[in-house]
């Protein structure tokens, strides 16, 4: 099978047949026999045939119309449905409440199908997801270390790494390792949707100029100078000398409230 369609680099495929390694990845959904898994970018099956070992059932979504076409057949008599469609476009209101997901995500639309999975109607209750190993600990990063992007994913979830996967084990190998995140999300996100407009609009101005201290560029970002922006972080508690990615989703919260109050 896998010679007959070779990966195409233009849909980012690398395709990943370590067994231990499938295994792993499958292992980390904690799956039952009463789960419907979401695998995202199938490919040639070798993950799935793990999932189906696993769970009730899986819904495979595969872009490549090929691969679509050619994975039922690897799976007779399995409850598995295959979709041809690309991922950003499929509904996820179609799956059943705390159905889960599992991919091997390609790297360029690894943050959009992120930000698709937590901001949905209809979330998953775990996401278990192979990606680029820089992008991996972005998503898990601590404070000292945040992002837009991990504030953004972990105010729907907890963020935690699992196993990492040198290059050379898949075909062909990319520029980067990758390793595995696991999103756990929350029952309740940290910021409710009401508030999540002004504090995204903070959190952008706080990261729109990274190397400066948060007092320029909260300044800057939110246009209230640097006497409001020092006033705004003495009263939240911050010292107006740190830098947003030294920011807890606790001290964002803290400026929100403070913004508010002005």
């Known amino acids: 099978m896998a010679s007959s369609h070779g990966p195409k680099k233009s849909l980012g495929q690398h395709w ?7 295994a792993d990845i499958a292992e980390a959904a904690e799956l ?3 789960d419907v898994v979401l695998e995202i970018g199938p490919g040639l099956g070798t993950l799935t045939s793990r999932l189906l070992a696993r769970a009730n059932s899986v819904t495979a979504v595969e872009f490549d119309a090929d691969l679509a076409r050619k994975l039922p057949g690897q799976f007779p ?4 449905t295959v979709v041809n469609q690309d991922i ?25 199908i992120v930000e698709k999975l937590m901001t949905a109607e209809n979330k998953p209750s775990i996401a278990v997801l192979l990606v680029q190993k820089e992008v991996a600990e972005r998503i898990a990063a601590e404070a000292g270390n945040m992002s ?31 390793q595995v995140v696991v999103l756990r999300t929350r029952d309740n996100p940290l910021i409710t949707p009401e508030d999540q407009r ?34 705004l972080l003495k009263n939240a508690g911050i010292s107006p000398d740190a830098r947003a990615e030294d920011l807890a989703i606790e001290d964002w919260r803290r400026l929100l409230k403070e913004w508010r109050a002005r």
Do not use: C, H, M, W
């Open 77 to 80: 008599g399995k409850k598995l």
């Open 148 to 178: 837009i992007l991990s504030v953004s994913v972990q105010i729907f979830a907890e963020a935690e790494l699992d196993i990492e996967v040198p290059r050379q084990f898949f075909t062909p190998p990319p520029k980067v390792d990758s």
């Open 198 to 231: 002004d504090f995204f609009r903070i959190v952008k101005a706080g990261f729109s100029a990274k190397r400066k201290k948060l007092r320029s560029s909260l300044s800057g970002g939110l246009g209230i100078g640097k006497d409001g922006a020092e006033e």
């Open 88 to 112: 950003l476009q499929f509904d996820l209101n179609q799956l059943p409440k705390n159905y889960k997901v599992v991919a091997n995500v390609p790297y360029y639309i690894t943050s959009k």
């Open 32 to 34: 039952t026999g009463d």
């Open 16 to 22: 990943l047949k370590d067994p231990e390694i499938l």
